[in-house]
């Protein structure tokens, strides 16, 4: 079993900046990939974000160039630094991590005002 808790969301103004983290506990060692989804009301959950065990990463395009992704393994914890933000990117941001299965965290909101 993983447990996720996400924090760092909340109110910001278009064109600020957010920075979210994802601590992992649990049976960290099986943990492959990391990522970070959100969902806006209304709309499906998609994918933000993905890093490998190894740091590679992958990004929506609509978050390339202002979202960056980091992994510290040692802690196992992600991060996703969010500037330049804009009121499309409002919405519940979930951790997620894929061992043989996938595990969820409860999700952080982020509101971008504009």
């Known amino acids: 079993q993983v447990q996720l808790v996400e924090s760092g969301g909340g109110l910001v103004q278009a064109g600020g900046s957010l920075r979210l983290s994802c601590a992992a506990s649990g049976s960290t060692r099986s943990i492959n990939t990391m990522g970070w989804y959100r969902q806006a009301p209304g709309k499906q959950r998609e994918l933000v974000a993905i890093i490998s065990s190894g740091g590679s990463t992958n990004y929506a395009d609509s978050v390339k160039g202002r979202f960056t992704m980091s992994r510290d393994n040692a802690k196992n914890t992600v991060y996703l630094q969010m500037n330049s933000l804009e009121p499309e990117d409002t919405g519940v941001y979930y951790c997620?991590?894929?061992?043989?299965?996938?595990?969820w965290g409860r999700g952080t909101q982020v509101t971008v005002s504009s």
């Open positions: 997620s991590v894929t061992t043989w299965r996938n595990y």
